[in-house]
């Protein structure tokens, strides 16, 4: 009768569990609670570790799954996960942000297209795929860049935001209120300036719209020998926008010293070529205390056929990466933790805290207006520009050679030599890095 008895009560206690394990999975809509496996995170950005110890301790509460964050130091992401893909608890999630870690990765990347992480998706414009078309990795956070607009100046000038839809419309806007700079109180853009501190914005961001267009062309997967420059003409059209539009001579650029950022900030100028990343300087309120319903961020238009549907220029190296040699129990629970980042309450919120913007459809709302920006072009089906000067070759010297040309332009010099840095600077680095 106690071996009767005994029974009854395991089975009982069997069926209880299991009614409480069913309960458990329809209140998170998920079965991380019941995964086997771990969760391994090689960290890429180390001013979110200690979020992410945290966000790991909330998820383990929640689900019992265990999740590892080590996070590499700045500048060592490379070398780490190379020797932490030769441990036997290697990791299980980890960052191949462009397509030089595809070539390098690309078989230790899991195929994530069709997974729950995959599907979260709100654009795949920032997804990773070897040339067989396996999707290697997924972006995780973006940022942007593109032309800043004080849209309470632009009122001022008489135009609103809606009146800029290509390069021909930016041009007759900028162009007028630079003839009425003295009338306004403002002028159109902001010095361009080539000084060290400012170049970048240009012979790296700048530079990326001829990139991307000649890129997209042809469908470039790693970086070519060769580019052809097809799109300088179109670089020159807004470079030309730039520096015949600012209360600064283009002959200055190079040694005025100006501060684009305060000119902007002051209302000294309408338009500001930069990133999301101004957000938070622009609105301090010890600083310039801008109003974030007075700014927007549009498209760098230069000119380019059908380029009315275009959004800003958004890219990442922060791209999640499955590793595909893990065990299969492993594999899953870092995929439901993936999701879980994405679409709980706790992970989003980490997430926009510590990445800003997210490409998922569960993305918490952002207060940067720039972000904003570029969720609405995408929304609004434009398409994204690449950030295609990650090819670059030798990255410092062909800018520094470009810089050099587009200084020597600003003070009379001929557009063909921004071409000959541009072309064949490429070619020379190119050859420089892989001989």
Not at 5 to 34: E, F, K, P, R, Y
Not at 149 to 160: F, H, P, Q, S, W
Not at 247 to 271: M, R
Request: hydrophobic residues 40%; glycine residues 8%.
């Amino acid at each position: 009768m106690k071996k009767i008895l005994a029974l009854i009560l395991a089975i009982l206690m069997v069926a209880s569990l299991a009614a409480c394990g069913g309960s458990d999975d329809a209140a998170t809509g998920d079965s991380a609670s019941n995964a086997t496996g771990s969760v391994y995170w090689l960290n890429f950005k180390p001013e979110a570790d200690v979020a992410l110890q945290e966000i790991a301790k909330t998820y383990k509460a929640e689900t019992g799954v265990d999740v590892k964050i080590v996070t590499a130091a700045s500048g060592t992401y490379s070398q780490t996960l190379t020797s932490e893909m030769d441990k036997t608890d290697a990791p299980t999630l980890f960052v191949v942000g462009n397509q030089a870690g595809v070539k390098q990765w690309g078989d230790y990347c899991l195929d994530l297209n069709g997974t729950d992480i995959f599907n979260e998706l709100s654009t795949d414009a920032f997804n990773l795929k070897d040339e067989a078309g396996k999707v290697c990795s997924i972006g995780y956070c973006y940022e942007s860049f593109g032309i800043i607009v004080n849209k309470a100046l632009l009122k001022t000038a008489g135009y609103e935001i809606t009146d800029i839809k290509d390069f021909d419309s930016l041009k007759t806007i900028a162009e007028d209120i630079h003839a009425r700079a003295a009338e306004l109180g403002f002028d159109a853009f902001t010095s361009s300036g080539l000084d060290d501190s400012s170049s970048w914005r240009f012979s790296g961001h700048l530079a990326n719209m001829p990139l991307y267009y000649e890129a997209k062309d042809g469908n470039w997967t790693e970086t070519p020998a060769t580019i052809e420059g097809t799109y300088l003409a179109n670089f020159k059209n807004i470079w030309d926008l730039y520096i015949n539009n600012s209360a600064t001579k283009p002959s200055e650029l190079a040694t005025a010293g100006k501060d684009a950022e305060a000119e902007f900030g002051n209302g000294e100028a309408v338009f500001y070529q930069n990133g999301s990343w101004e957000f938070a300087n622009l609105t301090a309120a010890d600083k310039y205390a801008m109003k974030a319903e007075d700014l927007h961020m549009i498209p760098i238009y230069c000119g380019v056929e059908g380029e009315d549907k275009a959004g800003l220029c958004s890219g990442t190296e922060n791209c999640w990466a499955v590793n595909a040699k893990a065990s299969k129990e492993d594999q899953d629970a870092t995929i439901a933790f993936m999701k879980w980042m994405v679409t709980s309450e706790a992970g989003t919120k980490c997430m926009a805290e510590q990445f800003g913007e997210i490409p998922y459809k569960g993305a918490a709302a952002n207060e940067n207006v720039f972000f904003q920006n570029a969720k609405a072009y995408l929304d609004a089906g434009n398409y994204s520009v690449d950030w295609a000067f990650n090819y670059t070759p030798n990255v410092d010297e062909w800018r520094a050679g470009l810089v050099d040309a587009m200084t020597k332009y600003c003070n009379g010099g001929d557009w063909a030599d921004v071409e000959t840095a541009f072309v064949n600077g490429w070619a020379t680095q190119y050859a420089a890095v892989n001989g």
